[in-house]
């Protein structure tokens, strides 16, 4: 993976080629020297909000691990959600 930088005026010229063969490589658009933004290609952005997920369900495992309070059964969390649960009506169709 490579990044490369390139700036907003040279970016308006040449789109379609800095798009198209952007892969796994990352594009930081700079205006006066500094980033402005990033393009990445739709599967990397996948890629990482993918990485992002189960970095956020690892540290969710392990701050549960790590508190001595082991919680409630998960008969007793049923129980509160039924009671708590309002009946929702679906709107009425139309006919004719």
Do not use: C, Y
Request: aromatic letters at 2%; proline letters at 4%; charged letters at 40%.
């Amino acid at each position: 993976m490579v990044t490369r930088i390139v700036p907003k005026t040279e970016l308006r010229e040449r789109i379609r080629e800095e798009l198209d063969g952007l892969g796994d490589d990352s594009l930081v658009v700079t205006e006066r020297g500094r980033p402005i933004a990033v393009a990445v290609s739709v599967d990397r952005w996948n890629d990482l909000q993918s990485l992002i997920e189960d970095l956020e369900d690892r540290v969710a495992i392990l701050e549960h691990r790590s508190t001595t309070d082991r919680g409630r059964p998960a008969e007793s969390v049923f129980s509160s959600i039924e009671a708590e649960r309002t009946d929702v009506r679906r709107p009425r169709r139309k006919t004719g």
